[in-house]
């Protein structure tokens, strides 16, 4: 098992005042993450006690004491991955967060949820949505931490996939337009993930119409990673605009920002070919937006 000298939480060193506030509150939630050593101490005469108590009672047979070296082993590894979840989180916190109105029984229910963690891929994922409830109490619910319970990797990766199709439009929205289409397919997004994510509650997916936002404005800005682009519709008012046959749940929303997506190479071309009646006509030199430039006079 690794050395919990040097991966213990008391081992830090110098901290900012939100990451020893947001260790205080997990330490008040769970109990005792500071002092991981007097775990052991209560763990082992807790462990002392109950076989005293059982050589009272019974013959504490070989099968008592396997039962009891796996409690402990057990409640160790729950402890490790406590530790190091909250340690990946530490990096993610803001300097204004305040750790300390998040809602005791929500870090509860976050570490009864994520202390079965080990994968070091999915501990990041169950770092940053504490470190976001550090930083904003709120933002996750409770319904997106039981449903990070029961997220296996694989399907975790399909949703980091699929959210390097996301655009900014309002909200997160993953622009899946022809299910078909070579450039979701080669990057293994296609009608079954689509309809595995359906089914386990991170998307909406509608493979015959497809969705709209409606009562859109003349112009606006809608953002790829963080890169713009300007959509000009026809009216003034009352406009709509097709996104494809895919829409994040509330879950989904919540975890997008978190999951460790990235762009995909040449969708935003791939988007601007779909959009092409909804781009602004290029500014000439001469002349207006689109206007055919003069002939010279001799």
Known sequence: MPNETNNSLVNLGDISKPADTLIKKVSKAVGGIFEPYQIKRIAKAEAEAA?????????????????????????????????????????????????AQMDDDWVTNFFDKSRIVSNKEMQGLWSRVLAGEANKPGTYSKRTVNFLGDLDKV?????????????????????????????????????????????????????????????LPKKFHVLYYGQPL??????????????????????????????????????????????????????TEQGAPGDAPQAARP
């Open 51 to 99: 076989i005293i108590k059982a050589q009272a009672e019974i013959q504490i047979t070989e099968l008592h004491r396997r039962a009891m070296h796996r409690f402990i082993d057990e409640e160790a590894k729950k402890q490790q991955n406590i530790e190091d979840i909250t340690c990946q989180a530490i990096p993610h916190l803001e300097e204004k967060a305040d750790a």
């Open 155 to 215: 399907d975790a990766d399909s949703f980091t996939r699929l959210c390097g199709f996301c655009w900014q439009i309002g909200n997160v929205v993953p622009l899946i337009f022809d299910v078909q289409a070579e450039i979701y397919n080669k990057n293994q997004i296609d009608f079954g993930v689509l309809s595995h994510l359906e089914s386990i509650g991170l998307i909406q997916f509608n493979s015959l119409s497809g969705f709209r936002r409606l009562e």
């Open 230 to 283: 300007l959509l000009e519709m026809p009216k003034d008012t009352g406009n709509e605009l097709q996104l494809g046959h895919a829409l994040l749940t509330r879950v989904g929303q919540e975890l997008a920002p978190i999951c460790g997506s990235a762009p995909v190479d040449g969708f935003m071309e791939y988007v601007k070919e779909k959009w092409k009646a909804h781009l602004p006509a290029p500014v």
